[in-house]
């Protein structure tokens, strides 16, 4: 089991960056998918990102469009989601998730909440116009 923490949320104007991070507790990080995800008031909960065990395969959601990086530091434990070009409508509480089970960056499945199993608690992003 992995506990996940986020941390890098905050409030920054049109344009901007910020850079989120979200640390693994154990010492089989390098075994899981990670995943970043984002959800609006009033909103479902929307993939942002995924990476693969290695980090050597990636995937975005069609609205990042270039805007996002998400890597990832296996000897930290640690998953990062780079934000820039920052729009009002990125504002949302950014969570960060993980699961054992392999390939569903490579699958497909890396877009469903339901392919993941350990979530952390989530950093809010807001974006002023």
């Known amino acids: 089991q992995v506990q996940l923490v986020e941390a890098g949320g905050g409030f920054v104007q049109t344009g901007g960056s910020l850079r989120l991070s979200c640390a693994a507790s154990?010492?089989?990080?390098?075994?899981?998918?990670m995943g970043w995800f984002r959800q609006a008031p009033g909103k479902e909960r929307a993939i942002v990102a995924a990476i693969s065990r290695s980090g050597l395969s990636t995937k975005y959601g069609d609205f990042v469009k270039g805007r996002f990086i998400i890597s990832r530091d296996n000897a930290k434990s640690t998953v990062y989601l780079q934000l820039n070009s920052l729009k009002p409508e990125d504002t949302a509480v950014y969570y960060c998730?993980?699961?054992?089970?392999?390939?569903?960056?490579?699958?497909?499945?890396?877009?469903?909440?339901?392919?993941?199993?350990?979530w952390g608690q989530g950093t809010q992003v807001t974006v002023s116009s």
């Open positions: 154990g010492r089989t990080f390098s075994s899981y998918e």
């Open positions: 998730a993980g699961t054992q089970r392999p390939g569903i960056v490579s699958a497909g499945t890396y877009s469903l909440p339901s392919s993941y199993d350990y």
